[in-house]
Structures are given as structure tokens and as C-alpha cells.
T-cell receptor
Framework: GAVVSQHPSRVICKSGTSVKIECRSL??????MFWYRQFPKQSLMLMAT?????????EQGVEKDKFLINHASLTLSTLTVTSAHPEDSSFYIC????????????????FGPGTRLTVL | QKEVEQDPGPLSVPEGAIVSLNCTYS??????FMWYRQYSRKGPELLMY????GNKEDGRFTAQVDKSSKYISLFIRDSQPSDSASYLC??????????FGTGTSLTVIP
């Protein structure tokens, strides 16, 4: 399957700081990227959907000014958690979907390995 | 009511057993049905993907979709310790927004 990477894999920061997480599709062009958050023993919750070159669409209850998403190219999307607080501590996972013909299935999403954020 | 319901387990089976994992859903418009495997502190990886109803088999894994009952299943034959992971079902109407179950934690005991 297609490869999606995330960086960093783990980050610990102080409350009030901002943290940027990168999501890259390594071997295909990702027209759409998704950002999820997963709390322990809970399901993945979609935070936002971003299409290359356009503004992200946020799910209800997700603050767009707090979780800034940039999808500047077909291989890179970034999630910035601004003024992070302890309640933002979670496992953040991105996924990417490519153009038809560039992945096995048009609708298939390929997930990154996740970034564990701990806010002290 | 959640869109997707999945028993979180944990489920513990001996090596070689047949494992049955299930999800139910409420939205009859779902057409895409996926099963993902997630190892601890890793991102999910796609195991099986089914469009609409029916069965799909891939090696030791069989996915079943019963749209009339709004019920999907994943069967694992000859389970191995390496199958120990969390298994998440996911569903979608258009293939864009996915709705995930909570995941079922599986341990296969050697």
C-alpha cells in the first residue's frame, strides 16, 4: 500500500506552546488529507478534512483557530495545535487519499503512524 | 446513538482459534465498509475493504456485510499471536468521511 509518514512521532510540550505535526504522502499525490484524534480506548474522531490548495473543513466541535491545518502541496499537510493545553494531549493521526490510478482504490485512505502529543 | 457500535472487548483467544469481530451501524446509507488493524501506538492499517454487501476473503481474513441487518463481521481463521492488536471497523457513505468503531482489542495466546 501507499506510504504516509508523520513527524514527529512523539512530542511533549509545555502548556501554552504551539506544536506543528507534519503528514506526508511519500509515494503518491494526496488530493485529500484527513486529521483524526484518538483518545485511549476510543475510536478515531475526524477533526478536519483538507484538500490541496483549499481551506480545511472542520468537524462540528473542532475549533479551527486552535487546530490550524495547511495542505500546501499534494504531498504535505500540517496540523498546528496552538496554545496547547493538557486536555489536547492525544494521539493525532493523519490519513491521505490519492488520485484515481495512484492508489489501489480511489476511496482508500492510507494512515500515518500517528503522533502522540503530551501537554504538561 | 452512535453511528457505529463496536464491542471494545478485550477478546482473548488461544492460538489457532477462529476469531469473530462485529460492528453494527445505524446509517443505512453506508456503502463502504472497512476493517483496520491497529497495533499499540501505531496508525491503523487497512485489512479489508468492501463496497456494498457481500463477502470478501483474503488469506485468513473474511469480511462480511449484511446491509439488511446493518451488521458487518470480520473473521480471522487460524489466529496467530501476531494478530494481537486492536481491530477497528469503519464505514462511509461516499468514501470521503469515515465513521469508526471504538475498536476491539484482541489477544491471541500462544
Amino acid at each position: 500500500g501507499a506510504v504516509v509518514s508523520q513527524h514527529p512521532s512523539r512530542v511533549i510540550c509545555k502548556s501554552g506552546t504551539s506544536v506543528k505535526i507534519e503528514c506526508r504522502s511519500l509515494d503518491f499525490q494526496a488530493t485529500t488529507m484527513f486529521w483524526y484524534r484518538q483518545f485511549p480506548k476510543q475510536s478515531l474522531m475526524l477533526m478536519a478534512t483538507s484538500n490541496e490548495g483549499s481551506k480545511a473543513t472542520y468537524e462540528q466541535g473542532v475549533e479551527k483557530d486552535k487546530f490550524l491545518i495547511n495542505h500546501a502541496s499534494l504531498t504535505l499537510s500540517t496540523l498546528t495545535v496552538t496554545s496547547a493545553h493538557p486536555e489536547d494531549s492525544s494521539f493525532y493521526i493523519c490519513s491521505a487519499r490519492g488520485r484515481r490510478g495512484h492508489t489501489n482504490s480511489y476511496n482508500e485512505q492510507f494512515f500515518g503512524p500517528g503522533t502522540r502529543l503530551t501537554v504538561l | 446513538q452512535k453511528e457505529v457500535e463496536q464491542d471494545p472487548g478485550p477478546l482473548s483467544v488461544p492460538e489457532g482459534a477462529i476469531v469473530s469481530l462485529n460492528c453494527t451501524y445505524s446509517n443505512s446509507a453506508f456503502q463502504y465498509f472497512m476493517w483496520y488493524r491497529q497495533y499499540s501506538r501505531k496508525g491503523p492499517e487497512l485489512l479489508m475493504y468492501t463496497y456494498s454487501s457481500g463477502n470478501k476473503e483474503d488469506g485468513r481474513f473474511t469480511a462480511q456485510v449484511d446491509k439488511s441487518s446493518k451488521y458487518i463481521s470480520l473473521f480471522i481463521r487460524d489466529s496467530q499471536p501476531s494478530d494481537s492488536a486492536s481491530y477497528l471497523c469503519a464505514m462511509s457513505v461516499t468514501g470521503n468521511q469515515f465513521y469508526f468503531g471504538t475498536g476491539t482489542s484482541l489477544t491471541v495466546i500462544p
